[in-house]
């Protein structure tokens, strides 16, 4: 049925980026929005809020925000007509496959309703309060393309089984929605608000993280990438052991997760005798452990800034490379590891590489006093960086391809106090190849040869698969000579895998060998 007041709608004043509550009622039950107003009111019958506000205001036209449907008040009738169909998507945003698929290759700029042009995916992240780290990791997260395409493509997702309660699946389906609004390219204004999906960050953490207060980054981005990753996975048949379900790997832990080995071994005290240390050598407390490692990004031990000042009596700013910084995980570099009970000496060896390797800069160090920042800046390329120099040569001949190019790099500027520090993103926009600086609502063009200018905190690097290893060994075809057909080898797994457990060590930090929550 048609509707003479839909020439009242105001599309300007339209923003389903925020909770769906009634704003008189705080109710989230049968909620509509007045799309001449933008205010959600609860109910439609008589005496409801959303049919006084008709009244009072003389606002006929809403939208029920659940089953997406266009209503007349007072007179309570649905409206059928093509022209609203802009805002429905608005609310809800939807991709084909197709269309997903071309999203890397888009090079031209949308128009937003409020006629400014923009980039699908390069669009600023409101900053409610003290949510900017939050912003950036979501940014970041929004970027990496194996993620963003299984989110954007809700069908995906939205009926799976999940092992960790309704709870956590509000934080997916939340995620799901801010993915599909900051790629969005109908949008009817050049930013997007995180607020609903802060909500159930809030709500999930047990307000470990707050949209009021300053936090870390890479906190956050581990809790809010093992919370979504622990609520993908999907319980299928039993182990032929019988122990528990089968748990497939989810989107997260194919794109991000890689392996490493950790070799560890006791230091003994320097007031031992020789002959003490000789009868200690063979215990157990002081042999060499080693433990498998299931990680999601790779902590990178920035060197000390210099005590003294120059000639010019000013602070030294140190500088170092990236390969120096990634020495740590070439299996032959050793550091000395201190607690207030004993020092270990440790170092790893990477085994797997991720499609998407995700690089932390520890620049936050808390003494007993206070906490410190390392201002050492990371030199490093933009492109083309050849992991596989890390990797032993049986573990390199695995790998189809091990040379990455960086797509994000997270940047913390200010003090490291609490609520004074800001941070900031560099994004490559994959379609035309330039770079973005994000800040909040703030969306600039940047140069690549400024990036490694800054402090950088957190990077994201994608392989490149037009570039091959050349050290790369195709497995080996093993012929069933019962059937006389080829069959893939058997690889065998950790006995953990195997029955679906996820291991302790998946989330592990590899500085401090914490695992984290």
Request: aromatic share 10%.
């Amino acid at each position: 049925r048609s509707c003479p007041y839909l020439d009242t709608i105001r599309r300007n004043m339209l923003d389903f980026d925020f909770e769906k509550l009634c704003s008189v009622s705080l109710s989230h039950l049968n909620v509509y929005a007045c799309l001449i107003c933008g205010k959600y009111f609860q109910g439609r019958g008589n005496s409801t809020h959303a049919y006084t506000h008709s009244v009072s205001e003389s606002h006929h036209v809403f939208l029920n925000l659940e089953t997406r449907r266009f209503y007349c008040l007072p007179d309570d009738y649905e409206i059928l007509d093509g022209s609203l169909e802009d805002i429905t998507y608005l609310l809800n945003p939807t991709f084909s496959t197709p269309e997903i698929l071309a999203l890397d290759s888009y090079s031209k700029m949308v128009r937003a309703y409020n006629g400014l042009t923009y980039y699908p995916g390069v669009v600023g992240l409101n900053n409610i309060k003290a949510n900017d780290y939050c912003n950036v990791i979501l940014q970041m997260l929004s970027h990496i393309s194996p993620l963003r395409n299984y989110f954007l493509d809700i069908k995906k997702f939205e009926n799976l089984p999940s092992v960790s309660g309704d709870q956590m699946m509000l934080l997916v389906q939340r995620f799901s929605e801010l993915i599909r609004k900051l790629w969005n390219p109908r949008n009817f204004k050049t930013h997007v608000s995180p607020h609903e999906f802060l909500q159930a960050v809030v709500l999930c953490s047990k307000k470990r993280f707050q949209i009021t207060e300053q936090g870390d980054a890479i906190e956050f981005l581990s809790w809010l990438v093992n919370a979504i990753d622990k609520a993908l996975r999907i319980k299928k048949i039993p182990c032929p052991r019988g122990a528990v379900n089968k748990t497939y790997k989810s989107i997260v832990s194919s794109t991000l997760r890689g392996k490493m080995r950790m070799y560890s071994r006791k230091i003994m005290p320097v007031n031992m005798t020789d002959e003490e240390k000789a009868s200690l050598a063979d215990s157990p407390e002081y042999m060499t452990s080693i433990s498998d490692i299931n990680f999601f990004y790779l902590t990178c031990d920035l060197p000390p800034p210099p005590l003294y000042l120059d000639e010019f009596k000013e602070n030294i700013i140190p500088q170092v490379s990236l390969a120096t910084l990634l020495s740590k995980f070439n299996g032959v570099t050793e550091k000395e590891y201190k607690t207030h009970r004993d020092s270990t000496l440790r170092r790893f060896e990477l085994r797997r590489l991720p499609p998407y390797l995700i690089l932390y800069m520890k620049r936050f160090v808390k003494n007993i006093f206070t906490l410190e920042k390392n201002p050492t800046i990371v030199n490093f390329p933009i492109r083309s960086i050849d992991f596989g120099e890390l990797l032993a040569p049986e573990f390199r001949a695995k790998h189809r391809h091990t040379t990455y190019d960086l797509i994000a790099n997270i940047v913390h500027d200010g003090p490291p106090t609490p609520g004074s520090g800001t941070h900031r993103i560099h994004l490559v926009h994959r379609g035309t190849g330039k770079w973005f600086e994000l800040q909040d609502l703030h969306v600039s063009e940047v140069l690549p040869q400024m990036i490694p200018l800054s402090e950088t905190l957190i990077q994201v690097w994608a392989v490149n698969k037009s570039i091959p290893n050349p050290s790369f060994v195709e497995p080996v075809k093993v012929i069933d000579e019962e059937i006389g057909e080829e069959t893939k080898p058997e690889v065998k797994t950790d006995e953990n895998e195997e029955c679906g457990e996820i291991k302790k060590e998946d989330t592990i930090d590899t500085v401090n060998n914490k695992p984290q929550n």
